[in-house]
């Protein structure tokens, strides 16, 4: 049995397949990025909701924020060796290798990630060739649900929305400016708390204010993640996995025509992709 992963900063989707592919156990976790948890609150999120659900594991494959830089995806490994042992030692890689096999498989491509957070990659049908320095929300992340949602906050508290607006936030969230400084700058994962408010961005997208976050955002995603592998790679595919993605899909193709790019998929998650890639060389395990 293979136990597969996809872990962003909010979510971790798991599935338990069998070499014919067929889906034995799904279930839900929280995000296990390593940058925001240490090795003891993974076990415990594990222990909790992983480990008495799945059984007979033969390879566990994990893909996660967090695991692009060799150390941190160690450290994520040991912990799995330790908690689900199996003859072959856990493979752990960045979520951005996730969205490319699952978008691109076996072909090239560019593959970017807007959820949570935000990451691309240029893809050779086997391995990440070409690559930004994904710097997280504080010095990069554009378009991703973090900081679309901080300049949604800016804008709210500095009263660049109207009264009617930051009163339906304040009520709707049970919040007021005091709460929202306190998580921001006071309390952990500052960048779960931001990208919980996606839903009342998506809903006032119309507001000329929050129109203007949205596409200066995905402006800077494109200028900042797309268009230097276009230097090189100028016809490949561009691919896109991600909660903002999907549902920001009729803004973010409008951006894409502002530079000349025509996105050939949008998927909300890579797990079914995950899926059918990994069940294509299952062999190999």
């Known amino acids: 049995m293979l136990l597969l992963a996809d872990s962003g900063s909010t979510k971790t989707d798991w599935r338990l397949i069998d070499k014919s592919g067929e889906c034995l156990v799904s279930l839900k976790s929280k995000g296990l990025n390593p940058y925001f948890l240490a090795a003891d609150e993974i076990k415990k999120e594990l222990r909790n909701k992983v480990l008495d659900k799945v059984s007979d594991v033969d390879r566990v494959v994990f893909y996660g924020a967090g695991c692009g830089h060799p150390a941190k995806a160690a450290e994520l490994a040991c912990v799995l060796d330790e908690l689900i042992p199996t003859q072959v030692p856990a ?7 996730g969205a490319a096999r699952s978008l691109l498989q076996g072909e090239t491509g560019i593959a970017c990630i807007l959820g949570t957070g935000a990451n ?3 893809y050779d049908g086997k391995d990440i060739i070409g690559g930004v320095p994904s710097l997280g929300f504080i010095l990069g992340d554009y378009g991703s649900g ?35 400084l306190d998580k921001i700058y006071n309390q952990p994962r500052a960048n779960r708390f931001l990208a919980s408010f996606t839903p009342f961005l998506l809903k006032h997208a119309s507001n000329q204010v929050i129109h203007s976050i949205i596409y200066q955002n995905f402006r800077q995603f494109f200028e900042y993640y797309i268009m230097p592998y276009r230097k090189s790679h100028k016809s490949v595919p561009l691919v896109f996995t991600g909660s903002i993605a999907y549902h920001f899909a009729f803004h973010l193709k409008a951006v894409a025509d502002e530079f000349g790019e025509s996105i050939q998929k949008i998927e909300q998650s890579p797990m079914d992709g995950l899926v059918n890639y990994h069940c294509h060389t299952f062999a190999n395990y």
């Open 91 to 97: 493979e752990v890689n960045g979520d951005i290798l």
């Open 120 to 122: 691309s990659c240029l």
């Open 146 to 180: 973090t900081v679309l949602c901080r300049d949604l906050i800016r804008e709210l508290l500095q009263g660049s929305l109207g009264d009617d607006l930051r009163e339906e936030f304040f009520v709707k969230y049970e919040l007021n400016q005091r709460m929202i």
